[in-house]
């Protein structure tokens, strides 16, 4: 997966962990992408804000988070505020790639993942972020039947090898802390799948269409 040519990627997350779970093997199978991450929520946290820094050396990446509400209500936020802290996070520039969340979360559910990607998806429709092309992370969970997986029909799907795998998963067990048996360590994919889009028009579309493809 590894690639010569350089690209300016952003990924645009709700939380730190989010970034290495779904899309950190991809990362790391880059390592000529010049990587802008963004954490919504944490920014605060004492703990948990060092350890997304520390992910992000590992990840040959620079970043900044944000104070979004996380509480464990799960408080459905207004979208315009959602879309302001991306705004005021993320450089101004044009990118080749953005990843974020899918529409209907990688899990049932987390309000703030679903919350980010239609922020994502809008702020490139109305033309106050610039990408070529947008990734969605692309999993499921069965309805919470089993661990998050890939979606084998995906539009890009990442086998990953062994040794970015392990890599991936020391990230999430000692940079992160997660216990091996935490849901984070359990549910850590050893395969990466995204849905892709080229235009906003069409990434509107499946946004208004529930995350569905037609």
């Not at 000529?32 to 990446?61: M, V």
């Not at 970043?63 to 207004?78: H, R, V, W």
């Not at 392990?166 to 802390?177: A, C, L, P, S, V």
């Not at 946004?207 to 037609?214: E, F, S």
Request: proline share 5%; net charge negative; hydrophobic share 35%.
């Amino acid at each position: 997966m590894d690639e010569i040519t350089s690209k300016n990627v952003a990924v645009i997350v709700a939380h730190p962990d989010d970034e290495t779970l779904w899309a950190g093997g991809t990362i790391l199978s880059h390592p000529s992408w010049n990587c802008f991450i963004i954490s919504l929520c944490r920014g605060n946290d004492e703990e948990r804000a060092p350890k997304f820094y520390e992910a992000l050396k590992i990840l040959g990446a620079e970043g900044a988070m944000g104070t979004l509400d996380d509480s464990p209500e799960q408080i459905p936020l207004n979208i315009k505020i959602v879309e302001q802290a991306i705004l005021d996070l993320l450089p101004v520039k044009n990118y080749n790639l953005i990843i974020s969340h899918n529409p209907s979360g990688e899990y049932t559910r987390h309000i703030r993942h679903e919350e980010v990607s239609k922020a994502v998806v809008k702020l490139w429709y109305n033309q106050k972020i610039f990408t070529d092309e947008l990734w969605n992370f692309a999993y499921e969970d069965g309805k919470r039947k089993y661990y998050p997986r890939p979606e084998i029909d995906a539009a890009i799907y990442h086998k990953l090898t062994e040794r970015i795998w392990k890599r991936k998963y020391n990230m999430i067990t000692e940079t992160y802390g997660f216990d091996e048996n935490s849901w984070e360590a359990k549910t850590t994919p050893k395969d990466e799948a995204f849905r892709q889009f080229t235009n906003s028009f069409t990434a509107v579309k499946w946004l208004n269409n529930g995350g569905v493809y037609l």
